[in-house]
């Protein structure tokens, strides 16, 4: 079924608290393990149900942010899905606690009871008005950023659209491209400023409201880092750090070179070559039908998958005026279909969607039949390896795209992706430091930014820009306002996909293979027993990224 044919109700948090009532009378009146698992088959169906009409709305609110009808939707969902959940709570604690245990994580599987475990941990009622505040601050700060509308070059555009000309081959372009986007962002940095204190405020409570300190731990928790902690992170970042860094150094320096600069500046952030960098030489609609190409040659999975999402219009790319910015994957559960939103804007992220946004659709899909809905309850960072790894197992149809400039994207996205590890790392590296320290202020906070800029990316020269000489630049990174700690996930993933472009280089099928097993092993397992099984080195294990830098050495 095609998307727009889907039919939306509203779910009622009344009905949804009766159907947790009914789940849990008649889980407490089971008698067996047997009958145990069948009110949870049930509970699949009314999460399935819920789950479905919240997607679809979400999904209409994203393309169109002034539609009043979706815009009060999602409001509806923020301010009472809190409501309910002190029932799903006390339904999942009787999974939990069942006298049938054994049998049930033989059926769910142990990370499905991990999961269940920091879900228990994640929530008590004293949270709930916090919780409904924090919905309500990201909702502005996204209609915030989705109001953009800047002048350019006689249009009229949005950040999405911005960022094109911020790769163009003209500096001056580019210099009034960051302008604009300086400006726009210098216009509204009260306002920016007040949201983000209210949310490290707002969590701050939710975390006290659980005996914390701090944010951080309940943070871990809905998150649900189930199988590494801070301290783990701590050792990745050092690696980063040590190893990393220096080698994103090298490249920049190489840029430098390429581009004839004496030195870099802000505006040359991203830009691989003189020529600029290489963008589709197809429009919107061949774009995509460039991906169908590619997908049936790649594999007859991917050839299903990729018929599947074009015939059923289920990728909503083009950038229109009130559309939200930023791209994601969701799957709709009742059509068993994955959904993927972008803003196409020219230049070689387009492409990206296609492979990167389309591997995690392209995993959700290969797991469409299994019917126990807590194996596609996968953590971000086995996520985001899916994606982050198809994008190396698709450059073989580069050409598609590029044309004879298909080389030139490989170069740049190799790169590219060795270069944004040190700045994921920084992404969290400053929300751990906020959370540690709720009452910074504003300036304050930017100030800890500009810190971590030196350390992580010593070459950055904001010169020119008041707002990011400032410390400014983390305001336009949507993650660490609508979703807190879910950034160095990326990073992680990022260097499991670098092991397999390293091993596709050696043995390209089995690479794939490899692949698949990672796709398919789902939330079976955990992310530190998938890694191990395909065999790929843990990001946790002091040494094991300088392993990994000296391979990467040898391609560029």
Known sequence: MKFKEMEYARVRIEDVISQFEELISEFKAATTAEEEFAVHQKYYEYVKDFDTMTTIASIRNSINTADEFYDEEMKYYRENIPLAQDKMQEYSMLVFNSKNRDYLEDKLGKVAFKNIELDLKSFNEKMIPFMQEEGKLVQQYDKLIASAKIPFKGEEINLSGLRRYMEDTDREVRKEAYEKFSEFFETNKEELDEIYDKLVDVRTKQGKALGHDNYLPLGYCKMRRNCYDKDMLDTFRSQVKKHIVPLAEKLHEKRRQVLGLDKLSFIDEGIFFNEGNPAPIINDDELLEAGRKMYNELSTETSEFMNFMLDNELLDCYARKNKKAGGYMTFLANYKAPFIFANFNKTSGDVDVVTHECGHAFQAFVNRDDEILEHGEISMETAETH???????????????????????????????????????????????????????????????????????????????????????????????????????????????????????KDFDKAWEDYMKVCKLNAKKFFTEIIDECDLLSPFVDGNIEKIVKDLEKMI
């Open 387 to 505: 994606s982050m790894s198809m994008e190396f197992f698709a450059e073989k149809w580069m050409e598609l795209f590029f044309g004879d400039r298909a080389d030139d994207y490989r170069t740049m996205h190799l790169m590219d992706a060795i270069i944004f590890i040190p700045y994921g790392c920084m992404v969290d590296e400053f929300q751990h430091i906020i959370y540690e320290n709720p009452n910074l202020t504003p300036k304050e906070r930017k100030e800890v930014w500009l810190k971590l800029e030196s350390e992580y990316r010593p070459h950055m020269d904001y010169s020119g820009s008041k707002f990011l000489e400032e410390g400014g630049f983390w305001q336009k990174q949507t993650h660490i306002y609508g979703s807190p700690l879910y950034y160095i996930d990326y990073c992680i993933a990022q260097l499991n996909a670098l092991q397999f472009k390293i091993k596709m280089t």
